[in-house]
């Protein structure tokens, strides 16, 4: 049995999988924010709570929205920031008596769709996670790459490429929180997109609300989504002229909207060197579960 741990900012989800992908036990309980003791024990309990009602043990793997420092052993780059500067994976594999393996929450995501989900079958998978943020995952051979820095994927705060004259202005007038400006980021995550309609209509909607006004015929709604095909286009062509992956998984709250599918492939020819583009594009299969899923599956067969 694996089990897989999805530590997020407001919740901690556990799934306990059959070596055969069948889900034997689930559990959410909210996230002990603030409290790293408390964080390690609430773990403790859901995998114990596993163990007790399926009356196996299992491997763990474990989802968190940061990475363990290959240099200093502890966690970086999380926005829970009470995880940072803790060495998670050696406290977790103490109190639970055995080695737990831990990745990057993006990356848990692309296991679980490089294993069985939208990109299963592929040797090379990039999965776009575009919610709340963005970021991004890298899997080889069923494997996340998490590189020699532990920041492989990370892709959403370096600058949007080919800006144009809009483009500029936006990145000068609203620095990102990471404190450069320009961030793919700003553009691409979800938030990003209803920043933009917000800009030109001076109104404040949600993602869904922005795309069914478009389809009803809403000039800015309009605007704003060929202004967001257009900046996802960019940014992941200047991905793809590096990685060039053999599948695309699109993840996150963005992926729900189903014209990408048609209009980002047929942009993409513009900005990707020598301009031949047929890489497939899939929306992601697990959708929310893909986080949990991908931290059972960090241990293979
Ligand atoms: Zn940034």
């Known amino acids: 049995m694996r089990i897989g741990i999805d530590l997020g900012g407001t919740k901690i989800e556990v799934i306990a999988l059959h070596h055969n992908g069948e889900i034997l036990f689930r559990k959410r309980i909210p996230t002990p924010r603030g409290a790293y003791e408390a964080t390690l024990l609430a773990i403790k309990s859901l995998v114990d709570e596993a163990e007790q009602e399926t009356g196996q043990t299992g491997t763990v793997g474990v989802g968190i929205p940061g990475t363990i420092s290959p240099f200093s052993l502890r966690v970086k780059n999380a926005n829970s920031v009470w995880l940072n500067d803790q060495p998670l994976d050696k406290d977790l594999s103490q109190i639970l008596n055995r080695e737990v393996r831990i990745?990057?929450?993006?990356?848990?995501?692309?296991?679980?769709?490089?294993?069985d989900g939208a990109g299963a079958g592929s040797a090379v998978v990039l999965a776009l996670?575009?919610?709340?943020?963005?970021?991004?995952?890298?899997?080889?051979?069923?494997?996340?790459?998490?590189?020699?820095?532990?920041?492989?994927?990370?892709?959403?705060?370096?600058?949007?490429?080919?800006?144009?004259?809009?483009?500029?202005?936006?990145?000068?007038?609203?620095?990102?929180?990471?404190?450069?400006?320009?961030?793919?980021?700003?553009?691409?995550?979800?938030?990003?997109?209803?920043?933009?309609?917000?800009?030109?209509?001076?109104?404040?909607?949600?993602?869904?609300?922005?795309?069914?006004?478009?389809?009803?015929?809403?000039?800015?709604?309009?605007?704003?989504?060929?202004?967001?095909?257009?900046?996802?286009?960019?940014?992941l062509s200047a991905y793809v002229n590096v990685l060039d992956p053999d599948v695309i998984v699109f993840a996150g709250g963005v992926c729900n909207i189903d014209r990408l599918y048609y209009n980002v492939p047929k942009l993409m020819p513009n900005y990707i060197f020598g301009k031949e583009f047929h890489t497939p594009i899939r929306k992601a299969l697990h959708g929310d579960s893909s986080g949990v899923r991908g931290a059972a599956w960090l241990w293979p067969l």
Not at 103 to 115: F, G, H, I, L
Not at 168 to 193: D, K, N
Not at 201 to 224: P, R
Request: hydrophobic share 30%.
């Open 129 to 235: 996670i575009l919610g709340t943020g963005c970021g991004s995952g890298i899997v080889i051979n069923g494997k996340p790459h998490n590189g020699g820095n532990g920041i492989g994927g990370e892709w959403g705060h370096n600058p949007l490429p080919w800006m144009d004259e809009e483009e500029q202005q936006i990145a000068q007038m609203s620095p990102c929180y990471c404190g450069r400006s320009g961030c793919i980021e700003q553009f691409v995550s979800g938030t990003g997109l209803c920043d933009d309609y917000t800009r030109r209509s001076g109104k404040h909607l949600k993602g869904h609300e922005i795309v069914a006004l478009a389809e009803q015929g809403d000039e800015f709604a309009e605007q704003t989504l060929q202004a967001y095909e257009r900046r996802l286009a960019k940014a």
């Open 103 to 115: 990745a990057n929450d993006a990356n848990c995501m692309t296991v679980s769709e490089a294993t």
